[in-house]
């Protein structure tokens, strides 16, 4: 718990460092919390599926704005600011052209029936992973799926591939600080494509939180 207490802390700050306003950050969880201005907001999850989880949150929150929604994982860290991308009625990445990656994702309520199928799979299947059915999905409705430019989500598998096909700078980095190999991918340019992944106020922000390498370990 601990853990995820730093990781949402760092998330929040993050977010408003970049330029968001508190009112406009949507945390869901199944617990209480308030930090920084944002209170989160309860609601009920998957109890099978952990990561579809967040299919619920999406729907929870396309009920109740009519913007487009950012939906990402805790581990997607917005690098820099950046507008709504040109999306139908959902953007998502890829993590190798063919299979989207569930971790940042843009929807438009127009898209609130395929949250709503997504779910309705999920617990008719009793699926334990999301991205499998999310995939199934989109591709079954893909005159409505935008397919983003990786740079709105750049993880850390195959990741020479996205970061050589992003648009600079990245917009979303997506890792875990505390694993030390996609610490060292993103911060420490591990891969040798000679310019780290993340801007110097992220690496800044992430280290007031971690304690983090400054060099690779060989």
Not at 136 to 160: D, E
Request: with cysteine; glycine share 4%.
């Amino acid at each position: 718990m601990d853990n995820i207490v730093t990781l949402v802390k760092a998330q929040i700050l993050n977010s408003l460092e970049v330029g968001w306003l508190p009112e406009n950050i949507i945390l869901a969880t199944n617990f209480d919390f308030d930090c920084y201005g944002v209170k989160a907001q309860r609601i009920e999850f998957n109890p099978v599926c952990l990561t579809g989880s967040k299919m619920y949150a999406v729907r929870y929150a396309l009920q109740l704005y009519d913007d487009v929604v950012w939906a990402h994982d805790l581990d997607a860290w917005q690098n820099v600011w950046f507008e709504t991308p040109e999306i139908k009625d959902v953007g998502a990445s890829t993590y190798d052209n063919r299979k989207f990656n569930g971790g940042s994702l843009f929807w438009r309520k127009s898209a609130i029936d395929l949250a709503e199928t997504v779910i309705s799979m999920l617990e008719k299947e009793k699926a334990t992973y999301e991205e499998n059915v999310l995939n199934r999905v989109f591709k079954k409705n893909a005159a409505r799926v935008t397919k983003l430019n990786y740079t709105y989500n750049v993880g850390c598998s195959n990741y020479r591939q996205r970061w050589r096909e992003s648009e600079k700078p990245i917009k979303v980095a997506h890792f875990h600080p505390y694993n030390r190999i996609a610490w060292e991918t993103q911060a420490l340019d591990r891969c040798g494509l000679g310019e780290k992944g993340i801007s110097d106020r992220l690496e800044s922000l992430l280290r007031d939180h971690y304690k983090l390498a400054t060099e690779l370990k060989i």
